[in-house]
């Protein structure tokens, strides 16, 4: 239990690491967050992949629900920034 839990979230902190890393212009946010963004993404990409019929076949490492793990969390990423960031400017005072 404890190593599946440590594994989900080296994973998210490499999946969401990545994802931001892709991403153009600057995210303010933290680093739990993008573990937490990381491990969601990168779950619902290993989901999506198998629902549409993927099927690692060589016992390796999976490569495609892990890119699709990525696209995701940098979408994730993306519709979280938009909806804190709007409010983080509006509390310190600031506008677009």
């Known amino acids: 239990m404890i190593g599946t839990i440590i594994s989900a979230i080296v994973v998210g902190l490499i ?21 937490l963004l990381g491990i969601i993404g990168s779950a619902i990409g290993s989901w999506l992949t198998y629902k549409l019929g ?19 969390a940098i ?3 993306g519709i979280y920034v938009r909806i804190s960031g709007g409010r983080a400017l509006k509390r310190a005072g600031q506008t677009h």
């Open 15 to 35: 999946v969401g690491g990545l994802a931001r890393l892709i991403m153009p212009g600057k995210q303010s946010i933290g680093i739990i967050m993008t573990i």
């Open 54 to 72: 993927y099927n690692n076949s060589n016992g390796g490492w999976e490569v495609i629900p892990f890119i699709v793990g990525i696209v995701v």
């Open 75 to 77: 979408i994730l990423i």
